[in-house]
């Protein structure tokens, strides 16, 4: 017997994890994967999904909670407006440069996000969710090259519902207080409301220290001291059987003062003594150094920095009195503030019986002002602050028709624009004020798309499908100080257009109405930029489009009387211009890139497997994994670590100027967060006890050691770790009220999926490193430190969510 069950807006998943039925059977589930109700048996895509219940069980309201659950799912963090920044099978984006695509997308209620900043407020009175895992270049509005989180929130109830919600965690002295209300108004007119408010104190220690001359002492003991509210409002509007109209609506604001980014030393091979007298710098460096800090002897961090992850970190302000920072921004003290709103409007036309029209308009439009200590220095006031302002407009619109006849054939034909602009306005203390920029980029697309579904034989179907995008990106960045355009050599071309087709095909074979093989391939990229995380300085800025095909095939079955789900899938993909980031440090400075790597391939297997045990009603058993090997076929010109000699590995393009190497040859290397291996298993349990139902839940995830920075060094690499996460919980049959422990990162693993390279003893200061010696000399800098931006640990949280009857 199999159980069927439709979940609106759910996409295609090789393995709904249990939903903790009270019978032992798996429930076979109905999904919207290629914008038609089909068997998610009979979809040929590579998923995992979850129902809103099961993500509030575990308290996935992040997406780093969300790497315990899905095979390949890596998560890393950058400071400023770069945000979140996810990898799924080694595919993911690690710049600093806040308007590079993400190489994992983000779709919420329809409306696409590429920009990472919208990650965290979409998890909040969730659905449903699902992670693709793949290229994906059909269905989620634009070109995805490693895949799409898509989710769906709640749409308002069939009868009147309240909700009000609190939780607290004890770790960070974090509150979260939320509360919905949804109904009906008329018989065709629903709304709902949902708010949440977040408010804590921060779960790492901040132990940086005024040196009295330069610095302030931290505004805030812990780290991040952070605020956020998120508002959505939906209403959904049913005249006939044959037509629905639904508005989504968000708005979202987060404010961290004394923002430090989670940033902290994780290793540091020379120490962290320093002494500016030495030679070669430059004596009128080393006078400013004297000047501003009234020694030439600075220390940029207190003796009790440790240089390892951990849950300290040490991080101080800024003080304005000193000149190195004269007409600084909130009193030199670091902040973090986005404000952000966006929606989508869903149209949904029955034409007939077999053919429906769609519509999905979507607008976001977010403003982000961000300043940090430029090297979390904890002692010393930094030589470099960034100062910025990033804001994104987006106006999309897609319109699809969909058949579903009885025959043999079937199609989906569509049509997608995005009118988008990016700015990001520099600002930079470096030796005190610098100038100023705005760089905008503008953003047109338009594509074509569309699918075409042969059933040959009624066990068999052929689905073949492409996009066609032209895409325009333009470049007009102003320097705001002199509020001229900065010359088109400070950055080499201020128009990029990408003019591509991503054709995708497979084949499906279900043998029986539990066993499905499928197979295919796919071709997708993801569009170049520019970098705009600094004003132009006379290099290309601009970086090309990242392109990916391959294959992908597996299987998907029930077994056993529908107790035992088992789902294996294996995939190949050659990546060619790659982008990743880097930074590097040159004689004049520090330099933050966008590179192309020449080619990679990524190929592994993915399982996962679900067990309804038949003698223990509601125990349910799971398990996933994901074998990945992803190595870079061809990049050799991957910048150097700073200090890095000749003999290490820093022997390629011989600049005969300056008698040094500029880059290395990194061919073979793994990709960033890649493990080679990770796997998730745990068990979800439901009893009833009369009137009241006991749930337990447990998942323990272990990752392989995976490179957390591009250039690979040995110490730039996230060690294996296990974390292991619990709850207990009981709630009233009737759903009236609810209670739950849950214990996320119990063994309180601090890991790092980010880090930044830069001549910490020295603070970056030009002139005290030398890179690419054939002498093997390295500078009176020695070689770079690594600072990483690290997750946060254990969290126990106790929420309490109560339902009362509402009555109007």
Known sequence: MVTRKILPGVIASSLMLPAIPSWSQLEEVIVTARKREESVLNVPVAVTAFSGQQLEQFGTDDMYTLTERVPGFVMGTQVASIGPTPSLRGIGTGTLNPTIDQSVSLNIDGLGFSQALAFSSGMFDMASMEVLRGPQSLFYGKNSTAGVISINTRDPADEFEAEVGVGYEADAEEWQISGILSGPITDTFGVRLAVQQTSMDGYFDNNGVSDGISSLAPSTPKIPESEELTVRGTAVWEPT??????????????????????????????????????????????????????????????????????????????????????????????FFDLEQYYGSLLLDWEISEDLTLSSVTGYANSEHNVMINGLNTGLAGPIIVADTNFSREDFTQELRLTSNYDGAWNYMIGAYYQDGEMVNRTGLYFFGPRDKGKLPIDIETQAIFGQLLWRIVPDVELAAGARYTDETRKFKPVNLATGEPFPIET??????????????????????????????????????????????????????????????????TLMLDSTIALNVSGY????????????????????????????????????????????????????????????????????????????????????????????????????????????????????????????????????????????????????????????????????????????????????????????GQYGNVPGTIITGSPTGERGIGGVDEAVCIAERGRELWLKVTIRPSVRF
């Open 241 to 334: 059987s044959a037509f629905t109209a639904k508005l989504k609506a968000t708005y979202n604001t987060v404010d961290i003062p004394g923002y430090g980014g989670n940033g902290q030393l994780s290793s540091c091979p020379d120490g962290l003594d320093t002494n500016f007298t030495a030679p070669p710098l430059d004596p009128g460096i080393v006078g400013a150094l004297g000047y501003y800090y009234g020694t030439t002897d600075v220390r940029w961090w207190p003796e009790n920095e440790d240089c390892k992850l951990d849950d300290k970190v040490a991080i101080v302000s800024m003080d304005p009195s000193n000149p190195l920072y004269t007409g600084i921004r909130n009193g030199g003290v670091p």
């Open 572 to 759: 190949f993909y050659e990546y060619d211009n790659l982008q990743v980031g880097a930074n590097e440090s040159t004689p004049d400075g520090f330099l933050i890139r966008t590179l192309n790597a020449a080619s990679a391939t990524i190929w592994g297997i993915d399982m996962d497997v679900a067990w309804a045990v038949p003698s223990i009603d509601g125990l349910e058993l799971f398990a996933v994994a994901n074998y990945n090997n992803a190595e870079y076929d061809k990049f050799d010109n991957a910048l150097c670590w700073g200090g890095q000699t000749s003999a290490e590995g820093c022997d390629q393009d011989f600049d005969e100027v300056t008698g040094l190497y500029q880059a290395q040859d990194l061919s073979g290397g793994d990709l960033l967060r890649a493990p080679e291996f990770g796997a998730t298993f745990g068990f979800t349990y439901e009893k009833s006890f009369g009137d009241t139902i006991l749930t337990l839940g447990s998942s323990t995830l272990w990752s392989d050691e995976y490179a957390a920075n591009t250039l690979l060094r040995d110490d730039f690499y996230q060690d294996s770790y296990f974390k292991t996460s619990a709850s207990i919980g009981l709630r009233a049959a009737d759903g009236a009220w609810e209670v739950n422990l849950i214990g996320k990162n119990l063994n309180d693993e601090i890991t790092a999926g980010n880090c930044t390279n830069f001549n």
């Open 491 to 556: 950055y080499f071309t201020d128009e990029l257009q990408t003019d591509d087709v991503s054709p995708e095909f497979s084949v499906t074979w279900t043998p029986t109405e539990t066993l499905t093989f499928f197979g295919g391939y796919r071709k997708a990229f993801k569009s170049g930029s520019w970098d705009t995380v600094s004003n132009p300085r006379g290099f290309d800025l601009s970086f090309d489009d990242e392109d990916v095909e391959g294959y992908e095939g597996g299987m998907k």
